[in-house]
DNA sequence: CACCTCTGCGTTGTATACATCTTTGCCCAT
DNA sequence: ATGGGCAAAGATGTATACAACGCAGAGGTG
């Protein structure tokens, strides 16, 4: 497979070793609890120890490094109490976010486009097949439920506090959809989450603040779920951007 | 007054940069929707450009400064609104540290603290006089009961995600408690807040996860009304710190 | 007069030299 | 053998030179 970061063309040197340090982290190449240091990511990346500087503290900043006490950093690793919590607060900030939507009142436009998303859902279910590549069609109009969810409340604080959460590897919205693949009960747990989306648009139209916020919250459960289903399924764990982050129970 | 940022000996040169640079936005000093350059800050603070690059990235990561599209910052503002949403933001991730902590437990010697530390508020507002310290403290056991309610979740995500709201200058627990030296009615308020601190330790002690929640979200709310009275006493914004950060409605 | 271009200046991006701090591991003393 | 200290290697912190980019203003042209 050829190295995605380098395809990168135009793109600043901290872009790029934004991603190339990030990629090598989630591909599990530079391991849970190593120790980074800039002249070796100079060697690794190709270029000077300045943006690989500005790198290491964004990818602190986003929590997938940790800063050691004498100033260098070490790739971080999860535990799966973490990795709950953090759907956790997704779900509760995604609660809020919807809860704030439905009190203000959702714009007809943006209304509109989560019918149609759902809509596009529900055609992907209706037809999918085991193999075909329903889950990729799925994962992209889940994240855009999710994204229309957020726009609608139009809280850019809202917004800032998810962003800082969805950015760790595991608390998006669409983390473990990939794994579902490897799951037989697949189907029936996309089937449940778009029978929650459903409820959720419903609320949101009828401004059910009080109703909204637990659907949303209980809807960010499902992810808790499918991480718990994949933890106990090594195929489906692989599937999973940055399993290598996850520190297992009693492991290591 | 001598200059804060310069009595601090022992920090490297990007530490004062940051600490410098918020100190004058904060001040008002750097306006709001101004534009920072580089080298506009290396003749301000002293150092080069290497520790102010990395503490405008820094800032920005933080929320004070934003990033304009041609890689340059600007002095961030916040609307009214903007600073309702963060403080709801804070209220609901409070809420679900304290729901957590209900549910799972509250280790004994944090209940102590806690119950210690309402003690202490107990004794500041018996004894308050105007013109007296007790704000100071008041504020400072105040920040000491929200880090305890906190660590009582026993979660790093919630943390990591509440640390990032309340680094706004308007989000934090005592952030308008400071300006209540200028409201009449100051003392009741926070006679209020501390009627509230008894029934969220109370909800905790019984581990009732159902009550501590909506407590804590709506203890938040105390600190949206003293940012509405302090919006309508310019004597009292001029206490808050960061109020030449706000955007107000109708000017500029 | 409007518009386009080209030039110059101001700003940020990057590499690198040097300073300082941290860690490591060896050697010596006990 | 063990502990402490010191020296050397390696790491990060900082300053700065140079490159590249972008914007504004002057000047030319239709």
Redesign the interface.
């Known amino acids: 497979m050829a190295d995605p970061v380098a395809l990168v063309r135009d793109a600043s040197l901290t872009e790029r070793a934004v991603l190339g340090i990030r990629d090598q982290v989630l591909r599990g190449k530079l391991r849970a609890g190593e120790r980074l240091t800039e002249l070796g990511l100079v060697d690794l990346l190709g270029v000077s120890r300045t943006p690989v500087?500005?790198a290491l503290?964004?990818l602190a900043?986003e929590?997938l490094l940790e800063p050691t006490q004498s100033n260098g950093y070490l790739v971080r690793n999860f535990s799966e109490a973490?990795i709950f919590?953090?759907i956790?607060?997704r779900g509760?900030?995604e609660g809020?976010a919807a809860r704030?939507a439905a009190e203000r009142g959702v714009p007809q436009p943006i209304l509109e486009q989560l019918r149609h998303c759902l809509a596009g859902i529900d055609a992907v279910l209706a037809g999918a097949r085991p193999g075909d590549g329903h889950l990729v069609r799925y994962s992209e109009l889940n994240s855009r439920f999710h994204a229309l969810l957020l726009e609608a409340s139009g809280?850019?604080?809202?917004a800032?506090?998810l962003a800082?959460?969805v950015s760790l590897p595991f608390a998006a919205p669409d983390a473990f959809v990939s794994a579902q693949a490897k799951i037989p009960e697949s189907l029936q747990i996309l089937k449940t989450a778009q029978l929650q989306h459903h409820e959720i648009l419903g609320a949101l139209e009828a401004r059910s603040s009080a109703r909204v916020e637990p659907l949303v919250r209980e809807h960010a459960r499902i992810a808790r779920k499918n991480l718990e289903l994949a933890l106990r399924n090594s195929d489906a764990l692989e599937q999973v951007v940055g399993a290598p982050l996850i520190r297992r129970r009693g492991r290591s």
Chains 1, 2 share one sequence.
Do not use: F, N, Y
């Open positions: 500087r500005a503290q964004k900043e929590g973490e919590d953090a956790e607060v509760t900030l809020l704030i809280s850019t604080m809202v800032r506090a800082r959460v």
